[in-house]
């Protein structure tokens, strides 16, 4: 870790040792272009440089901690769509495994592949926004357009699969709603075979680009101790050169199946959290592919869920004409099936980090305490430790490259 | 002198109107970049775009924030567009028409001191942003305003070397006689390569555009010098930005590519009026290569940070521009004596 160069602040008088700078407050959001996303931080500056900042967070908080108290597991899975919403399905399956670890739930091969090709469709999504937008703040535009074709296509898939594009409210509780359309796998494969093309051209407009390359170059670094200090995870702790990923330190949904690489960087500044989500999406791609190869060696083409009746809603046709399919299905809505006393831990490599469910469950209806370890909220307690003495523009390329998301942020 | 005034006329309308198009063709010219369409709701191709965005621009409410210097705030915008349109009156746009008889002179005014004139002209423009920006009495907006007052300056030095190099040459500052001294000892962009380098570079800072477009670069400072701006104040400053491009553009040509020379054309033997109106299309069409130019760049990289911009300005492009004065000296020197 290289030594930052901070530039001298201390402006004195040398008769009378007074303090001559001059000090400007400027208040970075809540409804700044840059912030993407309502947080605040309320900067003091000496000119262009930052001496200090104070953050203010909880300006979308919808207490989904407390609420979540109030509603039946499946009511819980829409909460988990509004925190990370670049990547909600990872959201989504990382609760519905929580929920199948209170309850003892084995998934077949089959329905955990199919999990695994859809959070890393939505890995490819959330970091395709990330690394676009950190161009976007440089002031590279195009970029951002060339890729962002394929976080729509990616959505396409979702839309194939659940109807729903961004909050995505996608599988259930034991594998999925339904087997996945032949759309489904034509819309993957196409993702998987033309993706590349696309992911190199947006490599070639920045990796080696000279501009990009100082303005990232460290800029917002933080040291593998600090990083590890303050509990950072994911792209953002591997880029400080820390090889943690949940994937592979505890493995879920048979990720140990999979053969891939733990890109890490070295600085941890907004270059090396840069390439390591560029190289994690083609390792993504990857996994995607040996996911794909995996399924067709398969005979099993229609197993989309473990044999788990009382999690099942029945299909609609039934439900409108049958008494028994109704009951059932009012009872899962209204969460009237059994559930033991228990509490689980369960953490998924989400789109930003360990996203974690700490579910504690008293028998009841509804939990009796879910706490939610999100790692963007982490994240924004380093943010002033990594800009300050940086310059304004440093302090939105950090901000963005950590990839705070407000909603996950306050949740 | 009525021809004068009609061939000024008519200057300041195609200055405009090409402003104007600039902005769609900037659209259309990112759209073809970023494989988008680009504007194609307002007439055919949405040519009519223009039209439409100045009349929005029109018709919204002219706001001046309670805390600004009115004055100032007031001032500033016109400023900037009085300045972009005064730049193109030096600017040789072709040779000499004679119709009914009486000479028309293709370039507005010809004073010996041609590239002083375009250099005060766009010294005092800065003044628009500066004021701008400084009387909105709004951290972002001023923060914006420094930014380009200190750029200007900066790279006003690295241009002013540049060109330097470029009057050793030709031995005079009027932007005729430059042209002249093109058309007899071949273009500028032959003789002074680096010269023109540094030029371009320093071009692009002076209309503040990608990637020297620090002092309005929406994601750190919202708008910049023009955050508090609305109506066609906003407007001015657009439109002279995009003037600003326009004349940068001749001016380039003008020093570095012939301005309307065309290469050949004067052993054809053609009428001298036909001669002079394709001088006229060839100085448009080479401004408007380097119009696209400007657009190519934007679009296709990030933006400096501003100690990063200061560095480039100070500790390279300014001692490059020395070494091209002693080099051009040095060649001259030998060659001549």
């Known amino acids: 870790m290289k030594e930052r160069e901070k530039p001298d602040f201390w402006q004195k008088d040398l008769v009378q040792g007074r303090d001559l700078r001059e000090l400007t407050t400027l208040n970075l959001g809540p409804t700044h272009p840059a912030t993407h996303g309502i947080f605040q931080n309320v900067l003091t500056l000496d000119g262009e440089i930052i001496l200090d900042t104070e953050q203010t967070i909880g300006y979308i908080h919808r207490a989904f901690e407390k609420i979540a108290e109030r509603r039946p597991f499946y009511q819980i899975t829409t909460l988990t769509d509004r925190m990370n919403y670049c990547s909600a399905p990872i959201n989504n399956m990382g609760w519905h495994m929580t929920v199948e670890k209170l309850l003892g739930i084995e998934l077949p091969k089959r329905v955990e592949y199919m999990r695994v090709i859809i959070m890393e469709l939505a890995r490819i999504s959330d970091h395709v926004i990330c690394n676009t937008i950190i161009g976007q703040d440089a002031g590279a535009t195009t970029p951002f357009l060339y890729v962002y074709q394929w976080r729509e296509r990616i959505y396409e898939v979702y839309e194939e699969i659940c109807g729903a594009r961004l909050t995505t409210n996608m599988g259930r509780i034991g594998g999925w709603e339904r087997n996945f359309s032949d759309i489904v796998w034509k819309k993957i494969r196409a993702i998987v075979k033309e993706m590349p093309a696309g992911l190199k051209e947006f490599e070639k407009m920045l990796v080696r680009n000279r501009i990009f390359m100082d303005r990232t170059i460290d800029c917002g670094p933080l040291p593998a101790d600090r990083a590890l200090a303050y509990g950072f995870t994911g792209p953002n702790l591997r880029a400080c050169g820390v090889d943690y990923d949940v994937r592979v330190a505890d493995p879920y949904c048979s990720y140990q199946d999979f053969n891939f690489i733990v890109p890490i960087g070295q600085n941890g500044d907004t270059y090396d959290r840069f390439m390591v989500r560029e190289q994690e999406m083609w390792e993504s791609l990857s996994i995607i592919q040996q996911a794909m190869d995996k399924l067709d060696a398969m005979s099993d083409k229609t197993t989309f869920r473990a044999d788990v009746p009382e999690w099942l809603l029945p299909p609609k046709e039934e439900v409108y004409n049958e008494m028994e399919a109704l009951i059932w299905h009012f009872k899962i809505v209204m969460g009237e099936t059994d559930i033991p006393v228990g509490e689980v831990y369960h953490c998924v490599e989400g789109g930003n980090g360990e996203l974690g469910f700490y579910l504690v469950s008293d028998g009841g209806r509804t939990p009796f305490r879910l706490h939610l370890r999100r790692p963007c909220f982490i994240y924004y307690q380093a943010f002033p430790e990594m800009i300050k003495g940086g310059m304004l523009s440093d302090a939105i390329l950090t901000m963005s490259s950590l990839n705070v998301i407000a909603g996950e942020l306050d949740a | ?337």
């Not at chain 2, 910049?224 to 657009?238: I, K």
């Not at chain 2, 009026?273 to 060839?282: P, R």
Request: hydrophobic share 55%; proline share 4%; glycine share 10%.
């Open chain 2, 1 to 337: 002198m009525i021809a004068t005034a009609i061939f000024l006329l008519v200057l300041f309308v195609i200055t405009l109107s090409v402003a104007a198009y600039s902005t769609y063709g900037e659209r259309k010219v990112a759209a073809f970049l970023q494989d988008r369409i680009g504007p194609n709701r307002a007439g055919p191709f949405g040519i009519l775009q223009p039209l439409a965005d100045g009349t929005k621009m029109f018709m919204k409410e002219d706001f001046v924030p309670l805390h600004a210097n009115k004055k100032l705030f007031l001032l500033g915008p016109a400023i900037a567009m009085i300045t972009a349109l005064l730049t193109g009156v030096v600017i040789p746009w072709g040779g000499t028409l004679t119709v009914f008889g009486t000479t028309i002179n293709l370039q507005g005014a010809d004073p010996e001191i041609g590239i002083l004139y375009v250099f005060a002209m766009v010294s005092i423009g800065v003044y628009g942003i500066m004021l701008g920006g400084w009387a909105s009495n709004n951290k972002f907006a001023l923060l914006g305003a420094v930014r380009a007052a200190s750029q200007m300056v900066s790279y006003e030095l690295g241009m002013g070397l540049s060109i330097v190099a470029l009057v050793m040459l030709t031995g005079t500052l009027s932007l005729s006689g430059i042209v002249d001294y093109q058309i007899a000892h071949g273009w500028g962009i032959i003789q002074q390569p680096l010269g023109f380098l540094l030029f371009l570079v320093c071009a692009f800072a002076e209309t503040n555009r990608a990637p020297f477009d620090m002092p309005e670069c929406e994601t750190e400072l919202v708008g910049g010098y023009h955050t508090e701006f609305s109506s066609m104040r906003l407007g001015f400053y657009l439109f002279a930005e995009y003037t600003n491009m326009f004349i940068s553009s001749a001016v380039i040509t003008t020093l570095y590519f012939g301005g309307y020379h065309v290469p050949g054309l004067a052993s054809l033997g053609l009428d001298p009026n036909v001669a002079a109106i394709i001088g006229v299309a060839a100085m448009f069409a080479k401004t408007f290569f380097f119009i696209f130019f400007f657009m190519w760049v934007r679009w296709s990289v990030p933006r400096f940070r501003f100690d990063q911009l200061m560095n480039l300005g100070w500790k390279k492009l300014i001692p490059l521009g020395i070494l091209n004065i002693l080099l051009t000296g040095g060649i001259h020197y030998l060659f001549n004596h």
